[in-house]
């Protein structure tokens, strides 16, 4: 046993692993979640809200909310949740002769407070941090708790409301020939007719109704 062990290629086979790597900043996830949202409220618009009839309060509802999230998740990826700053005028050295090593951040050169983390993804100390959330590319801490909560709400009202929406209208299509006056709320039908087909309706339907699901789960 000890003789095969000492041998190289069985020593590290057996120590050897697969290193981990590193997460850093990036826009991707940010990029398909906003792809998502935008198609699917460019198909509510153009698709399927253009059938709905005499419903003015929920598309303007539906749209409100989705302007609400989207100015919500600007602010929150853009939001300071609460960097530890680097004391002015004083170097780490100084700062080394003054206080214990362990209250200390070598990677931000910044004292640390009991409910401070270091972030491995954006490589800075954040007061009280949460996690940091790949949907927002930002840390979640004290300074943008409460808007990034607010958020979640919203995103959730959000998707639900839709879910709920085109699958309670899910025979929309047979509004196509109903008559078109002051009193009927109507969004412009602005494509070719065979988008409005039942075929391509009932598709878009189940298209919005996935694309919710897929983001009501991870709550519930």
């Given at each position: 046993?000890?003789?095969?062990?000492?041998?190289?290629?069985?020593?590290?086979?057996?120590?050897?692993?697969?290193?981990?790597?590193?997460?850093?900043?990036?826009?991707?996830?940010?990029?398909?979640?906003?792809?998502?949202?935008?198609?699917?409220?460019?198909?509510?618009?153009?698709?399927?809200?253009?059938?709905?009839?005499?419903?003015?309060?929920?598309i303007?509802?539906?749209?409100?909310?989705?302007?609400?999230?989207?100015?919500?998740?600007?602010?929150?990826m853009?939001?300071?949740?609460?960097?530890?700053?680097?004391p002015?005028?004083?170097?780490?050295?100084?700062?080394?002769?003054?206080?214990?090593?362990?209250?200390?951040?070598?990677?931000?050169?910044?004292?640390?407070?009991?409910?401070?983390?270091?972030?491995?993804?954006?490589n800075?100390?954040?007061?009280?941090?949460?996690?940091?959330?790949?949907?927002?590319?930002?840390?979640?801490?004290?300074?943008?708790?409460?808007?990034?909560?607010?958020?979640?709400?919203?995103m959730?009202?959000?998707?639900?409301?839709?879910?709920?929406?085109?699958?309670?209208?899910?025979?929309?299509?047979?509004?196509?020939?109903l008559?078109?006056?002051e009193?009927?709320?109507?969004?412009?039908?602005?494509?070719?007719?065979?988008?409005?087909?039942?075929e391509?309706?009932?598709?878009?339907?189940?298209?919005?109704?996935?694309?919710?699901?897929?983001?009501?789960?991870?709550?519930?």
């Amino acid at each position: 046993m000890y003789q095969d062990l000492a041998e190289p290629s069985k020593f590290n086979c057996l120590m050897l692993s697969t290193p981990l790597m590193k997460i850093r900043q990036n826009l991707n996830t940010v990029f398909v979640m906003w792809l998502t949202m935008f198609l699917v409220e460019a198909i509510l618009l153009l698709i399927i809200f253009p059938l709905y009839f005499d419903q003015e309060k929920t598309i303007l509802a539906c749209v409100s909310i989705f302007c609400l999230t989207l100015l919500l998740h600007i602010v929150t990826m853009c939001m300071d949740p609460g960097y530890l700053k680097k004391p002015k005028d004083v170097t780490f050295m100084k700062i080394l002769e003054e206080f214990d090593p362990v209250l200390l951040c070598p990677d931000c050169e910044v004292i640390r407070t009991e409910k401070s983390r270091h972030c491995s993804v954006c490589n800075r100390c954040v007061e009280r941090f949460d996690h940091h959330c790949p949907w927002i590319n930002n840390c979640v801490g004290t300074n943008n708790h409460g808007i990034f909560s607010i958020f979640l709400t919203s995103m959730e009202t959000l998707v639900i409301m839709i879910f709920i929406v085109v699958l309670v209208n899910m025979e929309c299509h047979l509004n196509i020939h109903l008559p078109r006056n002051e009193n009927n709320f109507f969004v412009p039908m602005l494509l070719p007719a065979w988008f409005y087909s039942e075929e391509v309706i009932i598709a878009a339907i189940y298209f919005c109704a996935a694309v919710c699901g897929f983001f009501i789960l991870p709550v519930t």
